[in-house]
């Protein structure tokens, strides 16, 4: 069975900074577009906000604007993992965070259970 599970959530002060991880158990993991989205608490039934990609080779790396420079994401197709390194957080970053996957230039379909991250001022 195909799971993504997340991890690395928690509360931080404004500043501050986490690292999300995302472990894919799938057979092959070479071939899949990996990213992370994000849906804040306060609004349900909005679409998830796109974070980053990035490519089964680590190119093809995309953020949305309001985290450039701040966020990394980044992978180990060794292990199967994702990450996603945030710095300098901000409370507009709270959100409850998911890892997607997809396997071509098709919507992701893959999707973890989340993980929440709360950025106090």
């Known amino acids: 069975q195909v799971q993504l599970v997340e991890s690395g959530g928690g509360l931080v002060q404004a500043g501050d900074s986490l690292r999300l991880s995302c472990a894919f158990s799938?057979?092959?993991?070479?071939?899949?577009?990996m990213a992370w989205f994000r849906q804040a608490p306060q609004a349900p039934g909005t679409e998830r906000e796109f974070v980053a990609g990035i490519g089964w080779k680590g190119a093809n790396i995309e953020y949305t604007d309001s985290v450039k420079s701040r966020f990394t994401i980044s992978r180990d197709n060794a292990k199967k993992m994702v990450y996603l390194q945030m710095n300098s957080l901000k409370p507009e970053d709270t959100a409850i965070y998911y890892c997607a996957a997809r396997a071509g230039n098709i919507d992701y379909y893959y999707w973890g259970q989340g993980t929440q991250v709360t950025v106090s001022s």
């Open positions: 799938v057979r092959t993991f070479s071939g899949y577009t």
